[in-house]
């Protein structure tokens, strides 16, 4: 069975004060992983889909990086605007097609001034 | 923004009553699906759509039904509301063109009384 780990629940920061989320990740075949910011009140807003062990993605102060068994989110130097709930899901290929996503539970960010 | 609207944004009903919740897109895409979001639980797939007419049951499909006539509709319908529906309900769109991509809605919060 398909499933996606995400930890910590939830992780406090100071502005500037790098550091990881992790996802953590079971699927028969990997298609695709993505990344996606929640914001209170709002729809997930895409970030990143990594497709392959070694692969990184950039945004801002944000890295996404993707093993065979889990994938980091870097945020470096984090402003209080990054503070969120940071959402990981994973596609796999032989889940029948038509592009569903499995989802973690969430991480989330509160990054203090 | 991927051009999703849902409607209505909040809704409180009573147990019993039916509710239908409506998705629309702007741009056309094939797949559409509908998620439930819970605390603890992350996003999780209710139904999804691979064309007009075409749908498909997703995790926790059981108590809803969808319907699909038009490209740009995808309706979801909780034919006899009860309280373990409250939640907040997304709709997304997923885009291929070249990355692979789901967008989601702004949600629609449902309590049922």
Known sequence: EDQVTQSPEALRLQEGESSSLNCSYTVSGLRGLFWYRQDPGKGPEFLFTLYSAGEEKEKERLKATLTKKESFLHITAPKPEDSATYLCAVQDMFSGGYNKLIFGAGTRLAVHP | ?113
């Open chain 2, 1 to 113: 923004d991927a051009g999703i609207t849902q409607s209505p944004r909040h809704k409180v009903t009573e147990t019993g009553t039916p509710v239908t919740l409506r998705c629309h897109q702007t741009e056309n895409h094939r797949y559409m699906y509908w998620y439930r979001q819970d605390p603890g639980h992350g996003l999780r797939l209710i139904h999804y759509s691979y064309g007009v007419k075409d749908t498909d049951k997703g995790e926790v499909s059981d108590g809803y039904s969808v319907s699909r006539s038009k490209t740009e509709d995808f309706l979801l319908t909780l034919e006899s509301a009860t309280s373990s529906q409250t939640s907040v309900y997304f709709c997304a769109i997923s885009v291929t063109s070249g990355e692979y991509e789901q967008y989601f809605g702004p949600g629609t919060r449902l309590t049922v009384t």
